[in-house]
């Protein structure tokens, strides 16, 4: 079975521009999570979703960022305008449960942003 | 203070020995659940080994064990017969109830950075 799809894997952008990250979780999973990994700050959970709908968008850094999820088998975070501080490793991941314990979250490949 | 403590930034074990990652956390919850992840190298976050709090036995993953001692809000990672290829970044983590509205979240330590040696 696919795992969780990220796209791009590499993403190069100039100060100012939009950047849009990509994510087709697992198959049947209800919950989808948007994480940010930097060196400083470690691995931030930034906003997550359950059957489509955002539960908690606390993590997300300011109202650069923004997120959504037309159907449940696809996710983009939006980045309008970037800046060289969101510079970070971004993962996508999923779960079938949650409020559970037990339920882990399986994470894609991340889409590894720089921007100039 | 932080919920999830791993106090040692790097590890060195020689390969075919066993080795201990550490981790405490700090909740006030009674039901919630501990992960540990590893990040090799290039990137990915891969799922190892999951315990829950009311589980009795500590849980295997075929090389992995959690040695989770409850009271004292641990849960270490042995590793054992440690292969080159066990070389990466180690993450645990906790989901718990962090509102009090089934409002689980995973929150992850800042890391272990294992080296295998040959």
């Known amino acids: 079975d696919a795992g969780v799809i990220q796209s791009p894997r590499h993403e190069v952008t100039e100060m100012g521009q939009e950047v849009t990250l990509r994510c087709k979780p697992i198959?049947?999973?209800?919950?989808l999570f948007w994480y940010r990994q930097t060196m400083m700050r470690g691995l931030e959970l930034l906003i997550y979703?359950?059957?489509?709908?955002?539960?908690?968008d606390s993590g997300m850094p300011e109202d650069r960022f923004s997120a959504k999820m037309p159907n449940a088998s696809f996710s983009t975070l939006k980045i309008q305008p970037s800046e060289p501080r969101d510079s970070a490793v971004y993962f996508c991941?999923?779960?079938?449960?949650?409020?559970?314990?037990?339920?882990?979250?399986?994470f894609g490949p991340g889409t590894r942003l720089l921007v100039l | 203070a932080q919920k999830i403590t791993q106090t040692q930034p790097g590890m060195f074990v020689q390969e075919k020995e066993a080795v201990t990652l550490d981790c405490t956390y700090d909740?006030?919850?009674?039901?919630?659940?501990l992960f540990w992840y590893k990040q090799p190298s290039s990137g990915e976050m891969i799922f190892l080994i999951y315990?829950?709090?009311?589980?009795?036995q500590n849980a295997t993953e075929g090389r992995y064990s959690l040695n989770f001692q409850k009271a004292r809000k641990s849960a270490n990672l042995v590793i054992s017969a440690s292969q080159l290829g066990d070389s990466a970044m180690y993450f645990c983590?906790?989901?718990?109830?962090?509102?009090?509205?089934?409002?689980?979240?995973?929150?992850f330590g800042k890391g272990t950075l294992l080296t295998v040696n040959p």
């Open positions: 315990q829950g709090s009311y589980d009795e």
């Open positions: 979703f359950n059957n489509n709908v955002p539960i908690d």
């Open positions: 983590a906790m989901n718990d109830d962090v509102s009090g509205g089934s409002n689980y979240k995973l929150t």
């Open positions: 198959s049947g999973h209800d919950y």
């Open positions: 909740t006030s919850d009674q039901s919630y659940g």
């Open positions: 991941a999923s779960s079938l449960y949650l409020g559970t314990q037990q339920e882990t979250q399986y």
